[in-house]
């Protein structure tokens, strides 16, 4: 009897014991895993989620069905590697020292919040572009694509320095080695992997099996294509107008040889199948082409067209290969469990203003698209109109994951945001973008509300500019200096000041206080 007792006893330790260890596995197991697919130059006015009039992007859609769609999420410097860094850092370029793609050195010996999950127990991986440099730290794993990387037949960094050459296209590439890791990950830890896409970036090259696909769809103008600058000194000074900067060969594929053809590095790249039916597409376009002579408004508006076609199309390897994501994790069992977010490191004009490329506080360029899934916390549907800016998204995963997020980051985590709809959130937003080169966009920085956006231009040009966005959506008419909008500017610029000294961003303060001649306000 006695023995019983004991054995009794016994048992019933050990039943508390094994539902000990039982409970600190599942804590374990219940940090989330976390997916961050960010793509290259994707505009939001390319995803159906955000705007059905162009392309239907099923899979990016169904993240935000499934979770949330961020209305307002905007970046802090609308340029490949000032964005990365931003996101990796949580904080703004003034403060990570990642300013422009031109002449910044990343240093990745800082701080980012890979490193406190790494740290934590995370395994950790960024696969494909990265471009802020050749040696990621903080990773356990990693495999990237030198700086802007090749579509076709793309090398690739390996860890220990040196490069393997893939055959094929770059997003199928990609997403096949993402899940490759994920396949070989020790699958008793959580994880988080980077998948950091080539698309949509210039010069927009489709996978061959989506050539064609948009050859029946006409793309209406955007109204402000023939935007004449008026007013706006910056806008005079670019250099990204589909007319003019856009070029026949290069950009659009229009080649009249095959010598023309081969002394571009990407098709030079191409095996002879992949060459055949890039050759075997465009060649036919470019002899039609050339009979109809065009010229002015007619050969721009020809240039508009196959842009939109280039790009949509190469848009739809992406939005495809992020389905094959969202597949993966349900044939794994891991969705549940998964944080998905798919973001663009910046937004991008598709012909409005008549532009290609980013890089300004306008729109289309500074707002950047966003979705996120994570079925414990989100609930499907979900609408975000809060501002959320790219350096959120470090303290985000981090207070996602249980993991205190570090002071010096200047981001915040937006959960409390998507859980409570009322709560209130930021009033105005930041931005300063600082690259004085390709494309001749002026370096500026700037605050926008939900009515007003303020730009201070300088170094290429010395201006500022005043949008009032209810009025005047596609910023065409700049206010600044006009009557009746003194004491408007006059408040949006204390704001500003006020966010600059937040973000303890000397170089824009100093600016700020500095006067333009022949500036009409004493401003
Ligand atoms: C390249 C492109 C530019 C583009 C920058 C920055 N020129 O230099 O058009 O603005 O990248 O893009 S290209 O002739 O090389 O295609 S970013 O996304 O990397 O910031
Ligand atoms: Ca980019």
Redesign the pocket.
């Given at each position: 009897m006695r023995k019983i007792i004991n054995n009794k006893k016994q048992f019933i330790w050990l039943l508390l014991f094994i539902g000990l260890i039982h409970s600190s596995v599942t804590a374990q197991t219940q940090q989330p895993n976390i997916v961050l697919i960010i793509s290259?130059?994707h505009a939001y006015q390319a995803i159906s989620a955000y705007n059905k009039q162009l392309a239907i992007t099923s899979n990016i859609d169904r993240i935000a069905n499934e979770g949330v769609i961020f209305n307002k999420a905007y970046v802090t410097n609308?340029?490949?590697?000032?964005?990365r860094a931003a996101i990796l850092t949580g904080k703004y370029s003034n403060k990570n020292g990642y300013k422009e793609?031109?002449k910044s050195f990343f240093d990745a010996s800082q701080n980012s919040f890979i490193k406190e999950l790494t740290k934590s127990g995370y395994q950790t991986a960024w696969i494909g572009k990265y471009?802020i440099g050749n040696k990621p730290e903080g990773f356990t794993y990693w495999q990237i694509l030198p700086?802007?990387g090749m579509y076709y037949n793309p090398d690739f960094i390996l860890m220990d320095g040196s490069k393997k050459r893939i055959e094929g296209y770059v997003t199928n590439i990609v997403e096949n080695i993402a899940e490759d890791w994920l396949n070989n990950r020790d699958t008793t830890k959580p994880f988080c992997i980077v998948i950091g896409h080539k698309a949509t970036?210039?010069?927009w090259m489709p996978d061959t099996c989506d050539l064609g696909m948009f050859d029946k769809k006409t793309f209406s103008l955007p109204q402000n294509f023939y935007d004449d600058y008026k007013d706006r000194l910056a806008a005079q000074q670019q250099d990204?107008t589909i007319s003019k900067t856009m070029i026949m060969g290069?950009?659009l594929k229009m080649f009249d040889n095959e010598e023309d053809e081969n002394k571009e590095g990407s098709f030079k790249r191409m095996n002879t199948a992949q060459k055949n039916k890039f050759n075997a597409y465009y060649a036919p376009i470019y002899e039609d082409f050339k009979l109809k002579k065009l010229s002015g408004n007619a050969l721009t508006e020809w240039k508009f067209q196959r842009y939109m076609k280039d790009y949509l199309s190469t848009a739809a390897s992406l939005d495809r290969n992020i389905g094959r994501m969202l597949n993966y994790l349900d044939t794994h069992h891991l969705s549940q469990n998964t944080i998905v977010i798919y973001m663009s490191?910046?937004g991008f004009f598709l012909g409005e203003h008549g532009w290609?490329?980013?890089?300004w506080m306008y729109e289309e360029s500074f707002r950047t698209p966003m979705v996120m899934r994570y079925p414990k916390l989100i609930q499907p549907g979900t609408i975000d109109n809060h501002f959320v800016l790219n350096i959120d998204i470090a303290p985000t995963l981090l207070q996602a994951s249980g993991i205190t997020i570090p002071k010096d980051m200047q981001g915040e985590s937006f959960l409390p945001l998507i859980k409570n709809k009322n709560s209130k959130g930021r009033k105005a937003i930041y931005y300063h973008y600082y690259?004085n080169g390709?494309?001749n966009v002026s370096p500026q920085f700037g605050i926008k509300t939900n009515q007003y956006k303020l730009i201070r231009f300088y170094k290429r040009v010395e201006s500022w500019e005043l949008y009032d966005l209810q009025k005047d959506p596609h910023e065409m008419h700049n206010l600044f200096g006009k009557n009746g909008y003194e004491k408007i500017a006059i408040e949006l610029k204390k704001k500003l000041e006020t966010l600059i000294k937040e973000y303890d961003d000397d170089d824009a303060l100093q600016l700020l206080h500095q006067q333009i001649p022949e500036t009409k306000w004493n401003f």
């Open positions: 290259d130059d609308s340029l490949c590697g000032p964005s793609n031109e471009h700086g802007q970036h210039r010069t990204m290069y950009d490191d910046q290609f490329d980013k890089r690259e390709e494309h």
